[in-house]
């Protein structure tokens, strides 16, 4: 593409060549630039754990926000899904208040992993919060929280799952 622009525009002065060239690389690269950022954007939607590092202690609790960002599509359905080791923490319940989603559709909170689908009626967009996961911890260490790829965030166009990212994130246990 570049090669085609510096053969047509090739003057018979050394130094206006060079300008023409310094022109047309910067035209390039930031063509491509912004055009790789408007594409990573518009790619999907990513769900994220916020803090996504915590510190609590022994016998504690600690809560972390489940939120999405959609990425300026419209969305109106979550499906959670949240990974957890059980030998350092214990799932103790959610919390929507706050959240985008008011209809509860479906809460499963087997030992290692909750799921919570919820939706809502009026589309959103933007970065949303969806609930709020409360855990008490157990024992000194590092816990791993991760959004699993079985989780989904719902366009409204087309109820396709719009999520390409996955959050994920660490608790650290300590007295």
């Known amino acids: 593409m570049i090669k085609p622009l510096l053969k047509a525009a090739t003057f018979d002065r050394p130094g206006l060549n060079a300008l023409v060239v310094v022109i047309a690389i910067t035209v390039a690269a930031?063509?491509?630039y912004f055009g790789y950022q408007y594409t990573f954007a518009a790619?999907?939607?990513?769900m994220y754990l916020s803090p996504s590092k915590a510190n609590a202690t022994p016998g504690g609790t600690v809560v972390v926000d489940v939120r999405a960002n959609s990425?300026?599509?419209a969305v109106n359905a979550a499906q959670v899904n949240v990974s957890y080791p059980?030998?350092?923490l214990q799932y103790e319940g959610y919390d929507a208040q706050g959240g985008a989603f008011e209809v509860q559709?479906?809460?499963d909170d087997e030992p290692g992993v909750v799921r919570i689908a919820r939706g809502t009626t009026t589309p959103v967009t933007g970065d949303i919060k969806l609930v709020s996961l409360r855990f008490s911890t157990k024992a000194n260490g590092r816990a791993s929280l991760k959004i699993q790829p079985s989780s989904a965030l719902v366009r409204t166009s087309d109820a396709t799952d719009s999520l390409v990212r996955y959050g994920s994130g660490t608790v650290t246990i300590k007295p």
């Open 30 to 32: 930031t063509v491509g």
């Open 86 to 88: 059980t030998d350092l």
């Open 43 to 46: 790619a999907g939607a990513r």
């Open 71 to 73: 990425g300026g599509t």
């Open 105 to 107: 559709a479906a809460v």
